[in-house]
């Protein structure tokens, strides 16, 4: 299986986030996807490093993080490997959720909305729904 | 280390030996032409009235090689130290690449010493071919006019353009250490061959040894100009100095006679006169030879020295 | 784990000015270590002396375990990349090549060859032809190639444009990664070393201001603003770096070890960047700069 087909990372220097941090974050959103599953191997230290120019001891830090969240175990010699994922069974309910979200957008388009308050009128119904759901 | 000396000077190295290998060719070529219009002028066997006239008549061959010769190896081994040795340390310093060479495994000493080594000893031996080649070359002439020992002759045969690079050479390496920067440090090189040219030429040579001194009193033959009279100076004799000395004993710079003043039906005008030879005889060429080498090289080494001391000082 | 890099009461005088002084830092083993500060601050000095292309006037260092002194097997052990990457222009790169190869005793000709070839470059190009990130690129070669355990590097991107610049990181840090090396890179663009250093050294005006580890930085480093009030009240672990005042406000970017428990403070986490420039706002005598700012009044 060719891993850098499966995860790609990218650091967003303004974010605040910690270097680790996002890597770690990122390796967990592609846990959720699907986009790695059981048995894949995470890119080596030194795709990494090369790709990202940033230190080593991040990247390694990152995998000793998720590592520890028993997530991914480190082989000697081998490569890093994900040994569970964060999707549930809820995994099956993504694409069809994914096809009525991508036929609402296309609704709010048709509406006039632009990309912002798109985004703006999702998070606004997100955010009062998921404290409905705490109460 | 040996390498890149080589390398770096490679392009210079090339040119200078090329155009060496050219001259070659055309020195042999010539010289051997020489040497067979020697033998038939005839002018070492000359001993008829006219001698001057043979002799005349051989030193118009190659008069214009001859002249243009000369001046070459004399201002040789200044231009190669100027070019080689000033700019050795010099651009390093000032282009910055030290800080590359400096930082490899080879420690400072070695450094220059091996670039002084390679640069030094091809320069030496180039100088050396280009001497020995001039030498030859200008053999036939010499042994016909005597005039190897006199100045600018002295400089420009056998062992002493060599020296004269070696010192040049030494001087550049020292003095592109110390000013740091090439164009100063091949400015203050030509400063310094001149200086040492005008030092050695005028007062270290002449006095390697304490001149002979010949006094002649002055004669009129009948015909012809006055000759000295007592020892006769040898023509391979270095004449430094002469010395007209008039009948009180002052010194004069010339004898003024007029056609009809009395004396010269006598034959009487130079009565009285005496002159005064300072001379080293020819046996001392090469032991003067020698001894300027010595010095100068004797010289270069000393400024060497200097050198890999105030280069060493500057690491920790 | 001893230090790669440990300076101790370091200093360089040229004529009057002291270009370095009283630098003791040392840089962990196996770190890779920035070396920050505004032109002109003894970056350049502080890096010279630690490859022995100066002598130290008073105090001492040692690399790798050993003295600058320009022996041999001192010099084999620590790779350098000069300012403004000096190279032979009148040699061709795979020239550069066989000099690492005859004055290197450690030379690893295969991971020479091994980079000049994923580089790109034309061994048969002369240097001087080369663009400022191939130059910079083959330097870096140069230095690795000889295996050293301390890897240092002064500016080396500071000329290079953005791409050249990121790919010679990315560069660094692959190499880095493979052979282990304890690295010390000077620069003065702190949002290049934000993600490559875990350890920080931050040189203002000859004196080193800080020298600590990156993640200990930015957790004892925090901005504090609240209403207007004098500084020295402040409890004595403490320590303000930089401090301005309106006549409201205060605002300052503190040094403390323990949490801050004043209600009137709001307190916010910094960037490395924040935390670097704020020491470099610095006066030479290790004084905070304070500044009174107008109001900004509401219009």
Redesign the interface.
Known sequence: MNRLMMIEFH?D?RS?V??YLQVMQQVHRALRLGLLQVGDQLPT??DV??????????VLKAYRGLEQEGLVAGKPGVGTFVIRTLTDDSLPAHAPLRRDLERWMRKARLAGLDGDSIEALFRDTFRAFAAEDVA | ????SW??LR?QAVAVYGLLAALAVLLLITGNDLRHLLARSGVLTCDSGDCGTVLDAFNAHYKVLRSILGPIIYIFPGILGIFWGAPLVARELE??????A???????T?WLATKVAVVGLAGLAVTGLFSLLVTWWSSPNDTVSHSRFSPPYFDERNLMPVAWAAFTFAFGVLAGVLIRRTLPAMAATLVAYIGAKIVMTAWIIPNLATPLKVTGALKAPEDGPPVVTGRRIGPSDWVVSQVLHGPDGRAVHDIRITPDDPCARTHACFDGFTQTTTFHPGSRYWPFQWESTGILVGLAAAMLAAAFLVLRR??? | MTAALEAAGLGKRFGKRWALQDCTVAVPTGS?CGLVGPNGAGKTTLIQLA???L?PTAGSITVAGG??????AQ??K???V?Q?T???A??TVA?HL???A?????WDAALAGRRIDQLGLDPKQKAGKLSGGQRAQL?LT?AVA?RPEVLILDEPVASLDPLAR?DF??????L???HGMTVLLSSHLV?DL?????HLVVLVASRVQVASDVDEL?ATHRRISGPRRELSTLPADQQVIEASHTDRQTTAIIRTAQPIHDPAWSVT?L?LEDIVLAYMAHRGDGQPVRRQLAEVRAS
């Open positions: 650091l220097s605040g910690s270097p230290v030194k490093v090369t790709a990202l120019a940033i230190n080593p001891n991040t | 280390m040996t390498w890149l390398r770096q392009t282009s910055g690449t030290y800080r590359l400096w930082t490899q495994s080879v420690s400072r070695r500057r690491a920790a | 890779i490859v022995g292309l002598a003295t600058p002194d320009g022996r041999p010099l084999a620590v790779g350098f000069a403004d000096p190279t032979y009148q040699l020239d066989r000099l690492g005859h004055l290197n005793p450690g330097a140069l000889k990121r990181l990315s560069s660094l840090m692959e880095v990664t493979e949002a934000e993600r490559v250093c875990d930015l986490e960037t």
